[in-house]
C-alpha cells in the first residue's frame, strides 16, 4: 500500500510552493525539502511515517502534481534523452521544481539555458558534471555564473578520477569569461602532473600556455629572412615563425611531454586533435589533396618530405628564402595531419590503457616526436 504524506507535511509543502519558488530539492539525508525564493531560502521538515524512501516517493508525487499537474514526477527512464538537449524550453523553470536532481540535469542540458536558470539549477544540484555541461553553454560561459561555476571546478580537480573530465573541466574554465588569471595559474600548476590537464591547456590555450621556452636556437637568425614573407601573409612563412617562436616551442615542449605519458584513448585523440589544429590551421597541406592519416603517420612524413624536395609552387617561396627549412616545414606538414584518424585504426583494435596503450600508438607517436625534435632544433 502506498504511503501516505501526514496532512501537516502536505500542507506546508503545499504552502511552500505557493511562495514562488524558483528551485527546490530535497535533502534525503535530513528529510528535509528546501526552496529558494526570491526572498531567500525556506525549508520544510518532513516526518515520514514509514519508509524514507517510500516517503520521499509520496513527496515528489506531490510536487509534482503541484507543478505538473500529475503526480508521474519526472521520467528518470529518458535520462539519456534529457542529456541530449530534448528538453523543452517552456517546461525548464518546472522541471526545477520537482525535487529531482535528473530534472536538473535535463535542464542544464537544454538548448535554452539561461544565465538565471544556471543559477537556479546550481543551487538545487550543484554537481561537477552539471557545471561542466553550463559552462559548455555560451550564454553561461560569458555571465556572472561562470567565475562561481570555474571556482568550484577548480576545487573538485584534485578529486576528478576521469581523465576526459579532467581535461573537459580544463578546457571549459579556461574559455569561460570573468575567471580570474590565478584561477588559471592555480589551474596549471595543480595539474601539470596529469596528461589530461595538459590536454585541456593546449586545446584551449595552445599559443598562451603557462610553460615557457627560449624561441628555436636559429630563430633570431631565421626570422629577418622570413619577414616579408610573413608580412605578405605566406601562410608557410607564417606557420613556420609561430612554431619556432617562443610559444610554438612552449606548445611543442609540453605536447611532447603528453604523448611520451598519454595513457587513456579519449585524452589521447584530443591531444592529436589540438596537434593537427596549431599546425594545421597555419599551414594547410598544399593543393588541399594531403594524405590520409589513417593510412599511418609515418606514410604522412615521406609524403611531406617528397614534397619539400620537390616544391609546389605554394612552398617555393619561403623555401627559395630559407633553403635550410626544408625538413623543418616538412615536420610542420606532416603534425598538421595529426587527429583522431590517424589513431582510429589502433582504438578500434583495442580497449588498453596505461603503458600498454602507449606501446600500441607507437606508430602515431614516434613520428610525432621525431618532427617535434626538429622543430626544436634537434640535429
Not at 16 to 23: E, G, H, K, M, V
Not at 97 to 118: N, S
Request: charged share 20%.
Amino acid at each position: 500500500m502506498p504511503v501516505a504524506l501526514r496532512d501537516d507535511d502536505a500542507l506546508r509543502l503545499q504552502v511552500l510552493l505557493t511562495q514562488a519558488p524558483q528551485a527546490v530539492r530535497i535533502d534525503e539525508p535530513a528529510m528535509r525539502v528546501e526552496a529558494l525564493t526570491a526572498r531567500g531560502a525556506a525549508a520544510v521538515e518532513l516526518h515520514p511515517s514509514g519508509r524514507s524512501d517510500e516517503y520521499l516517493r509520496a513527496v515528489r508525487e506531490l510536487l509534482s502534481s503541484q507543478v505538473l499537474g500529475s503526480p508521474g514526477g519526472y521520467p528518470v527512464f529518458l535520462r539519456r534523452w534529457t542529456r541530449m538537449g530534448q528538453a523543452r524550453d517552456g517546461i525548464l523553470e518546472r522541471l526545477l521544481l520537482l525535487g529531482e536532481p535528473e530534472a536538473v540535469v535535463a535542464v542544464v542540458h537544454a538548448p535554452g539555458l539561461t544565465e538565471e536558470l544556471a543559477r537556479r539549477a546550481w543551487w538545487a544540484c550543484p554537481s561537477p558534471e552539471n557545471a561542466r555541461r553550463m559552462l559548455a553553454t555560451r550564454r553561461v560561459a560569458t555571465s556572472a555564473m561562470a567565475p562561481v561555476l570555474a571556482r568550484y571546478l577548480l576545487e573538485y580537480l584534485p578529486f576528478e578520477e576521469e581523465p576526459r573530465a579532467a581535461m573537459d573541466t580544463v578546457r571549459l574554465v579556461l574559455a569561460a569569461d570573468g575567471v580570474e588569471p590565478e584561477v588559471h595559474l592555480r589551474l596549471w600548476q595543480g595539474g601539470r602532473h596529469r596528461v589530461a590537464c595538459q590536454v585541456g591547456f593546449l586545446a584551449a590555450r595552445p599559443e598562451t600556455l603557462p610553460a615557457t621556452r627560449p624561441p628555436h636556437p636559429d630563430w633570431a637568425a631565421l626570422r629577418q629572412r622570413l619577414a616579408p614573407l610573413c608580412d605578405g601573409g605566406d601562410p608557410y612563412a607564417r606557420g613556420l615563425g609561430r612554431s619556432l617562436d617562443a610559444p610554438g616551442q612552449a606548445f611543442l615542449h609540453v605536447t611532447e611531454q603528453a604523448l611520451q605519458r598519454v595513457g587513456d584513448p579519449d585524452v589521447a585523440v584530443a591531444l592529436l586533435d589540438a596537434i593537427g589544429r596549431f599546425f594545421g590551421a597555419a599551414a594547410p597541406w598544399p593543393g588541399g589533396d594531403r594524405p590520409d592519416p589513417a593510412a599511418g603517420l609515418a606514410q604522412v612524413a615521406l609524403a611531406a618530405e617528397a614534397l619539400c624536395r620537390a616544391p609546389p609552387p605554394e612552398l617555393v617561396a619561403v623555401l627559395d628564402a630559407v633553403p635550410a627549412l626544408r625538413d623543418p616545414l616538412a615536420a610542420m606538414l606532416t603534425l598538421g595531419c595529426a587527429g583522431e584518424r590517424a589513431v582510429a585504426p589502433i582504438l578500434a583494435r583495442t580497449d588498453a590503457v596505461g603503458s600498454l596503450l602507449r606501446r600500441k600508438l607507437q606508430p602515431v607517436i614516434a613520428p610525432l616526436l621525431a618532427r617535434m625534435a626538429c622543430l626544436q632544433g634537434a640535429r
